[in-house]
């Protein structure tokens, strides 16, 4: 994809001393067109293993596990098969997207590490520049590739995170699930039931109506604007879409001004121009942490948020935005399609999910012992050796049987939102579609029509997408 080759000078400067220092893994020769068995029976082997993560630095929790469990048990493993491996970890701690140049850099050279992860949202933009390929084709067996048990463990829906166009080019790391958070003190003032599941956005908005009547109180807090950022597209306007019975890139083309994007920007409208929604918030650099801060505080009824809102922000002990009674006083229920059966797929209720995934570089020497290496990494006693005792949500279904067992919202997540959630495209366009989502939203929050919106929208999708022939409209 040309945006991959688009470097600033030191990104091309600093991609090129690393492939200079021996960041070249064991990928530095030969093509993705070579034998899928070559060295399959190599009895000493080289592999490497790439990460945007570093001791004492970005991701320092993973490249620790990395370094110090994980690679020291695989060579373990493959001793005891007979195999002689060197596993090296080629940890990077910058900022994801110079990560992002760097590695299309050595990729395109036909270089870089066997095994890396990257942002799911990644998959399908380095699938189209033909950097990764789908594991059929790297492994060269397809049953090999589908025979393996994990993917028994990992829901179709997030086996997402490492796919596209339909095929697997990875497996998906550890996923997370987008919820709506609710104030049961607020919620008892109101008069609103403690175990609330609205089945539509009425039953969303008739809550917002009975939560105004308390003074002080902001009943509704769903992301907008650009100062929100990407927080605005994932905890806004895409769970919304996908209520709509549609995603922001339907049937291969990106979604334009259609009646669906018109009502999401409908439900925003009636959100924050009746009194519902804090208009202020969603124009403040720092509106996501102080929405934070006043659910925290008891101002905010109603919250659109990821588990990380639970799990990092509410925390009891370690949190953001501490809620010492969180267990009690915080509800969480599913985020309804606009009408009952009206959400992607026919769904009643939906989400929106992020993650990584781990992929294997289609120009590596053994690419045989690196599916090993990446089925070993994905397996269910290093998933769940990489929590290191946490309660974090993974992409094993019995590993989270197990390790969120002690914790009802997380295994909430896992059971009943993973199960029916969707993931971003991952295309070179998707930003500047975010970007024009927040924008749309951006333009209603501050008093414009959703007709002005929509429109405006439309002509920001056909300029990131290139031409009106690759948006879908009316």
Same mark, same amino acid.
């Given at each position: 994809?040309?945006?991959?080759?688009?470097?600033?000078?030191?990104?091309i400067?600093?991609?090129s001393?690393?492939?200079?220092?021996?960041?070249?893994?064991?990928?530095?020769?030969?093509?993705?067109?070579q034998?899928?068995?070559?060295?399959?029976?190599?009895?000493?082997?080289?592999?490497?293993?790439?990460?945007?993560?570093?001791?004492?630095?970005?991701?320092?929790?993973?490249?620790?596990?990395?370094?110090?469990?994980l690679?020291?048990?695989?060579?373990?493993?493959?001793?005891?098969?007979g195999?002689?491996?060197?596993?090296?970890f080629?940890?990077?701690?910058?900022?994801?997207?110079?990560?992002?140049?760097?590695?299309?850099?050595?990729?395109?050279?036909?270089?870089?590490?066997?095994?890396?992860?990257?942002?799911?949202?990644?998959?399908?933009?380095?699938?189209?520049?033909g950097?990764i390929?789908?594991?059929?084709d790297?492994?060269?067996?397809?049953?090999?590739?589908?025979?393996?048990?994990?993917?028994?463990?990992?829901?179709?829906?997030?086996?997402?995170?490492?796919?596209?166009?339909?095929?697997?080019?990875?497996?998906?790391?550890?996923?997370?699930?987008?919820?709506?958070?609710?104030?049961?003190?607020?919620f008892?003032q109101?008069?609103?039931?403690?175990?609330?599941?609205?089945?539509?956005?009425?039953?969303?908005?008739?809550?917002?109506?009975?939560?105004?009547?308390?003074?002080?109180?902001?009943?509704?807090?769903?992301?907008?604007?650009?100062?929100?950022?990407?927080?605005?597209?994932?905890?806004g306007?895409?769970?919304?879409?996908?209520?709509?019975?549609?995603?922001?890139?339907?049937?291969g083309?990106w979604?334009?001004?259609t009646?669906?994007?018109?009502?999401?920007?409908?439900?925003?409208?009636?959100?924050?121009t009746t009194?519902?929604?804090?208009?202020?918030?969603?124009?403040?650099?720092?509106?996501?942490?102080?929405?934070?801060?006043?659910?925290?505080? &008891?101002?905010?009824?109603?919250?659109?948020?990821?588990?990380?809102?639970?799990?990092?922000?509410?925390?009891?002990k370690?949190?953001?935005?501490?809620m010492?009674?969180?267990d009690?006083?915080?509800?969480?229920?599913?985020?309804p399609a606009?009408?009952?059966?009206?959400g992607?797929?026919?769904?009643?209720f939906?989400s929106?999910?992020?993650?990584?995934?781990?992929?294997?570089?289609?120009?590596?020497?053994?690419?045989?012992?690196?599916?090993?290496?990446?089925?070993?990494?994905?397996?269910?006693?290093?998933?769940?050796?990489?929590l290191?005792?946490?309660?974090?949500?993974?992409q094993r279904t019995?590993? &989270?049987?197990?390790v969120?067992?002690?914790?009802?919202?997380?295994?909430?997540?896992a059971?009943?939102?993973?199960?029916?959630?969707?993931?971003?495209?991952?295309?070179?366009?998707?930003?500047k579609?975010?970007?024009?989502?927040?924008?749309?939203?951006?333009d209603?929050?501050?008093g414009?029509?959703?007709?002005?919106?929509?429109?405006?929208?439309?002509?920001?999708?056909?300029?990131?997408?290139?031409?009106?022939?690759?948006?879908?409209?009316?």
């Amino acid at each position: 994809m040309r945006s991959l080759r688009l470097y600033t000078t030191a990104a091309i400067g600093a991609a090129s001393l690393a492939l200079l220092t021996g960041c070249l893994g064991s990928s530095d020769a030969g093509s993705g067109d070579q034998d899928a068995n070559r060295n399959a029976d190599a009895k000493k082997v080289e592999l490497t293993i790439g990460s945007n993560s570093i001791k004492g630095g970005k991701n320092s929790a993973g490249a620790t596990f990395t370094q110090d469990v994980l690679i020291p048990k695989f060579v373990a493993e493959q001793k005891g098969k007979g195999v002689d491996v060197t596993v090296k970890f080629q940890g990077d701690g910058s900022d994801d997207e110079v990560f992002k140049q760097k590695l299309s850099l050595d990729l395109s050279n036909k270089s870089g590490p066997d095994v890396f992860n990257i942002d799911g949202i990644w998959v399908g933009e380095f699938a189209q520049a033909g950097y990764i390929k789908p594991l059929t084709d790297t492994v060269g067996d397809a049953a090999k590739v589908d025979d393996w048990d994990g993917w028994k463990q990992i829901p179709e829906s997030v086996q997402q995170l490492g796919s596209f166009e339909g095929k697997r080019y990875g497996v998906p790391g550890g996923t997370d699930g987008r919820v709506l958070y609710f104030n049961k003190k607020l919620f008892q003032q109101a008069g609103l039931p403690a175990d609330w599941q609205p089945k539509s956005w009425d039953e969303i908005i008739s809550a917002g109506q009975a939560l105004k009547k308390l003074p002080g109180v902001t009943p509704i807090q769903i992301n907008a604007g650009t100062a929100m950022g990407e927080a605005t597209t994932m905890q806004g306007v895409l769970p919304l879409l996908v209520g709509t019975g549609t995603t922001v890139y339907p049937d291969g083309k990106w979604l334009g001004d259609t009646p669906k994007l018109r009502q999401v920007l409908d439900f925003y409208h009636q959100i924050y121009t009746t009194g519902l929604g804090d208009p202020v918030l969603q124009r403040e650099a720092k509106g996501r942490d102080k929405s934070f801060a006043q659910f925290a505080a &008891n101002k905010i009824g109603i919250l659109l948020e990821g588990d990380y809102f639970w799990r990092s922000v509410v925390e009891p002990k370690e949190g953001v935005a501490k809620m010492a009674d969180r267990d009690t006083a915080v509800g969480y229920a599913l985020i309804p399609a606009a009408r009952p059966g009206g959400g992607v797929n026919g769904q009643d209720f939906v989400s929106m999910s992020g993650g990584g995934a781990t992929v294997i570089n289609p120009n590596t020497k053994f690419p045989q012992q690196a599916w090993e290496l990446m089925q070993f990494m994905n397996s269910a006693e290093m998933v769940k050796a990489s929590l290191d005792g946490a309660a974090k949500i993974t992409q094993r279904t019995d590993v &989270n049987d197990e390790v969120l067992a002690s914790d009802p919202m997380l295994n909430f997540v896992a059971t009943k939102v993973l199960p029916i959630t969707q993931y971003r495209p991952g295309l070179a366009e998707y930003p500047k579609i975010s970007a024009a989502l927040q924008q749309a939203t951006a333009d209603v929050v501050s008093g414009k029509t959703t007709d002005a919106a929509a429109m405006a929208y439309q002509k920001a999708v056909e300029a990131a997408a290139g031409s009106k022939d690759k948006v879908a409209g009316n």
